[in-house]
């Protein structure tokens, strides 16, 4: 076989990597992680529960999720004046940008960052988890003119981070959805970002470096960028006619609709996105608010009697962090943040077990030519 009939262009179908963490088994329409589906670790256990599949690679006991807990609290102070580099960024500075800077300067204080044994990465990974929630919130409230918040500790890890965000603390339902929120966007086997991680991984870079190159992969809006991009399209519709008139607008004008459609779920909804639909329903029940789950079903039955596509997570994922009162530009740092625990797991696995990505090319230049 030519490497030109090989060619698969955006990679689709291409088996990239053998990976014990997590695979799309899209005809039992399953998210294996690690053996267990994701749905269901979403409906019985917590985003710390996952920290432990991912990291440790077995569910942890109730005394194992208290001690991911405790190394979490333990490690979640930000090093003194790290913040102030927020302070300098233009305010405009989108907040993934933000993200991606703030990790890449969180490497400097890192004393094991040349260390890539399991012991060490997982360490490290710990400790990012734990940081991260104060990067993301705390770059949000600095741009935006507001005191960044300290952690509470008293409060559980999604509590805590819904808190330093909003700086109110959460109820219970809200706590719950938000850390579903977290638990089934932890992983997602070999999206763009997971691929980027691995690939500089792969180099024997650092998984400070893997992760930043993550960051600037899950901006885009046919990546995680999509969550914020639905949102400012369902506010911008302002009620149900208007996001009717407006998505066969777009149909007409051949445009993407942001939420619909994905590589791997192409011709069923993915199960994620079924997930938040019905924490949708909880949170506009307890809001007294039904408007943006009638817009969003809406969109749902244009889009599948008319393209075929069915919505992804960002897109029932949109209006949840909406009605949780989340500023729509922390949409996508924190599906990020709560990406962190699969793409380190990641990095973990492509270090333990690592050949260097450097795959060929389909030449379309011209030969034969001289100077
Ligand atoms: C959590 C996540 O990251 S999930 C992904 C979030 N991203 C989005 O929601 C962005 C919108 N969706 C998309 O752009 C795409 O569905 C992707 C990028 C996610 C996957 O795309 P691919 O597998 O590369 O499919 P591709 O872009 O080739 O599209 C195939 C066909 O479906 C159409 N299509 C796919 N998604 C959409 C969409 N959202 N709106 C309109 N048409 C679409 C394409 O125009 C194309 O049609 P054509 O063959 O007539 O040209
Ligand atoms: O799998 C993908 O390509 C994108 C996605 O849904 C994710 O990263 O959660």
Known sequence: MTIQNKYKPGLEGVIAAETAISYLDTEAEEIVIRGYDLIELADKKIYLDLIGVLLDGKLPSEEERMAIAAELKQHNELPPGFLDVYKIMPSKTNLMDALRSGISVLAGYDPDIEDRSITANRNKAMRLLAKIPNIVAGSYRIMNGKEPINPDKELSYSANFLYLIT?????????????????????????????????????????????????????????????????????????????????????????????????????????????????????????????????????????????????????????????????????????????????????????????LFRPRVNYTGPRHLHP
Request: charged residues 25%; contains cysteine; negative net charge.
């Open 167 to 355: 700086g109110r603390k959460p109820g219970y339902l809200e706590e719950d959805i938000f850390d579903q929120l977290l638990t089934v966007y932890s992983e997602h086997e070999m999206p763009n970002s997971t691929f980027t991680a691995r690939v500089i991984a792969s180099t024997h870079s650092d998984i400070y470096g893997a992760l930043t190159g993550a960051v600037a992969s899950l901006k885009g809006h046919l990546h995680g960028g999509a969550n914020e991009a639905v949102m400012r399209m369902l506010l911008d519709a302002e009620s149900p006619e208007g996001f009717r008139k407006m998505l066969y607008d777009k149909l007409a004008g051949k445009e993407r609709v942001m939420g619909f459609g994905h590589r791997v779920y192409m011709d069923k909804m993915d199960p994620r996105a079924s997930l938040m639909k019905t924490a949708l329903k909880k949170l506009s029940t307890e809001k007294g608010d039904h408007s943006l789950l009638e817009m969003c079903e809406i969109g749902e039955e244009i889009m599948k009697e008319e393209k075929g596509l069915y919505p992804n997570l960002d897109y029932y994922a949109a209006p949840v962090y909406y009605l949780l009162g989340i500023p729509i530009d922390l949409y996508t740092p924190i599906f990020f943040a709560a990406r962190t625990a699969g793409l380190c797991a990641h990095v973990i696995e492509q270090h333990a077990n690592n050949r």
